[in-house]
């Protein structure tokens, strides 16, 4: 594989891949359309090397490829994975990419016209191509910072690294993410932005132009398993080291022991979810992310309420 040198760097792009080289193909494919061309990309692989990245040997891309891996091939989870890229920062600008998303032509150019003027945290947009036909794509579409306009003031908590950017120093003064994460699901980029927020003092505005484009192929079922595994681990963690978080994930429902506390904790408990579940494939659209947002509360909730453990075993394979 060869790569252009350049004397000039404006970006490092960090984008973690796990076993998904088809998809990762088309991210790299995207980011060699950019418009803006002073950029690199460290490529942080979790797990096996030769599934991720065996055609990377034939490729040729117009920017600086790094390749990284944890020693061994081991599998760490995507906080440690991306935090590979710490020791080899080197541009002024960061931005976090997912390897399972296809950039637009100006991505890159557009979170520059947010981040190189002002000091901001650049929350770019995720496009979902099938959120107008499958149920829970147009709910991730829409939640978190997807609900808000281009120019937006929102929650560092909302943080979503498929797509974002910031000054690198800010990145590297916090030391990435928290690796405690481990291999269980979610949690790390939320925890990531409200650091960003309440300790570097950075201001999160939505940035409509900064593009990304994805298909969400995952079931209802699934879906939900992840949001109790989140519920069981993850969120007790994020509650832990930041006791103050109360605003997000429907934590003072889950723990209040006022009256609407309760009732919360009576439905979580119910056989409410499985009734709503049944519902969601026959109801229109807009009714539909509605209830998979009542579907997300109870079965997070479920798993928080439920869990015994306060931490998630490493050497468990998480939901991915």
Not at 34 to 56: M, P, Y
Request: net charge positive.
């Amino acid at each position: 594989m060869k790569t252009p040198v350049q004397k000039s760097l404006l970006f490092d792009v960090v984008v973690p891949a796990y076993g998904n080289p088809r998809q990762l193909r088309a991210c790299l494919d995207g980011l060699g359309r950019q418009t803006l061309k002073s950029f690199r990309v460290l490529l942080c692989v979790d797990g096996s090397l030769e599934k991720a990245v065996a055609f990377i040997h034939r490729a040729h891309y117009p920017f600086p490829l790094k390749v990284l891996s944890h020693p061994g091939g081991r599998r760490k989870g995507p906080a440690a994975t991306r935090n590979q890229s710490l020791r080899h920062l080197k541009a002024p600008y960061l931005c976090l990419m997912d390897s399972d998303v296809v950039p637009g032509f100006r991505c890159l150019e557009s979170h520059l016209d947010f981040i190189g003027n002002r000091d901001v945290l650049s929350m770019g947009r995720i496009i979902i191509t099938n959120a107008m036909t499958d149920p829970v794509a147009g709910y991730l579409m829409k939640r978190g910072a997807g609900k808000y306009a281009h120019g937006t003031e929102v929650p560092g908590y909302y943080l979503n690294t498929q797509n974002s950017a910031m000054k690198t120093s800010h990145f590297t003064s916090l030391r990435g993410f928290d690796q405690n994460f481990g291999l269980c699901y979610g949690g790390d980029d939320t925890e990531l932005g409200y650091r960003l927020e309440k300790q570097e003092g950075l201001t999160c505005l939505v940035n409509e132009n900064a593009r990304v484009y994805a298909a969400e192929h995952k079931t209802l079922s699934f879906f939900l398993d992840q949001m109790r595994s989140f519920g069981s681990f993850n969120l007790h963690l994020i509650r832990k080291k930041h006791p103050g978080f109360t605003g997000l994930f429907g934590l003072r429902w889950y723990e209040t022991h006022s009256a609407a506390g309760t009732a919360a904790r009576m439905l979580i408990k119910s056989p409410l979810a499985e009734k709503l579940e049944r519902l969601v494939p026959d109801v229109p659209p807009f009714l539909a992310r509605g209830l998979i947002h009542a579907l997300v509360f109870l079965n997070m909730g479920k798993g928080y309420l439920n869990s015994e453990e306060k931490e998630c075993p490493d050497r468990k394979e998480g939901l991915s």
